[in-house]
């Protein structure tokens, strides 16, 4: 496995580290600040335009697309590195250069599976950083980890389709420059189990598309939103299908591993921070006539966050290495394994530091809360824990027993 950095990829690691340095970091108190004195929960901060365009003058600038002339052309390897430099400041880096979820995985979407037309009126201006996406998979009402129980009807009618339906947590969809969703649902629910769903091209101004409320994330609202969205006969050109029906769990399968290398990757930047910030609060706090770091259990938290940091990091580039050499299929244990391994380990990081900073740790003078927050929720937004140890299970099972079917017999 040959991990190591290229040539452009450390040069591109230098360059995003300066960026973060002189740009993102000053950037996050004032960004802070407009979206207090705008007095909107969805607020779009003018310092995150002003960002884009630096971070487009410099050339980092849709650095995710693997091997795509689209953006930098990085491999997975190569682009993994980046994406937890910007984990660090996960709320604004993404963002700033045009490599935010769930854009990212609608713009891979639209590059590997739209049509010329769909490409030129809706990846263009994703890809130009002009407008923003959702994707609308999640429903309230059956377990979405399981897609194949996508209950929101499309059905033909003519040369439309009628959408009616419920989604949830549609990240995005609140976003002042959102305007379209990429939506999944059934059109062919007789069909093979595999073969029923279908995903759909929505412009968010939709007659019959409703946004009906963002839901916050323990107690956060976070300023993209989290929405629910109602259909109700909502009709859709037949042409703002994508693909062809049916494709719709084959194109969410091919969506998800290059995301899911993001993740855990920006899950690493954040829990780097976290330990940075642990260390120097640790070394500045004094409690019974001694720094914090003296103290053994702080030593103790500090080197196992070291380790268990290093070992996420690796098995994640493991698997962007699989990734680059042996498609997204070959690397699907590995891809589960860091679902499951990064955010709990981020979380497990972020704990320590909350309890080293005591209770500033719990309010939002530090990131550390809201950081907290966000590993614990990705335990359920990207696939719940269960599902990937299920995928890890079988595989250890059948490497035992071929035949082993999770099913009964």
Known sequence: MDIRPSERASDYQKRLQIFMDEFVYPAEAVSEEQMKSSGDLFHHPAVVEDLKAEAHRQGLWNLFLPESDLGAGLTNVEYAPLAEIMGRSAHLAPEATNCNAPDTGNIEVLARFGTPEQKEKWLRPLLDGEIASAFAMTEPAVASSDATNIELSMIRDGDAYVLNGRKWWASNAMHPMCQILIVMGKTDPTGPKHRQQSMMLVPVDTPGVTLVRSLPTFGYMDREGHAEILFENARVPADNIISGEGDGFLISQARLGPGRIHHCMRSIGMAERALDLMIDRAQTRTTFGQPLALRSNI????????????????????????????????????????????????????DRAIQVFGAAGMSNDTPLAEMYVHQRHLRIADGPDEVHKRTIAAAELRRRDPDFALTSR
């Open 299 to 350: 030593q103790d938290w500090i080197a196992e966050s070291r380790i268990d940091l290093e070992m996420a990091r690796l098995l994640t580039m493991k698997a962007a290495w699989l990734m680059d050499t042996v498609g997204n299929k070959g690397a699907r244990v590995e891809i589960a394994a860091i679902k499951v391994a990064a955010p709990t380990i981020a979380a497990r990081i972020i």
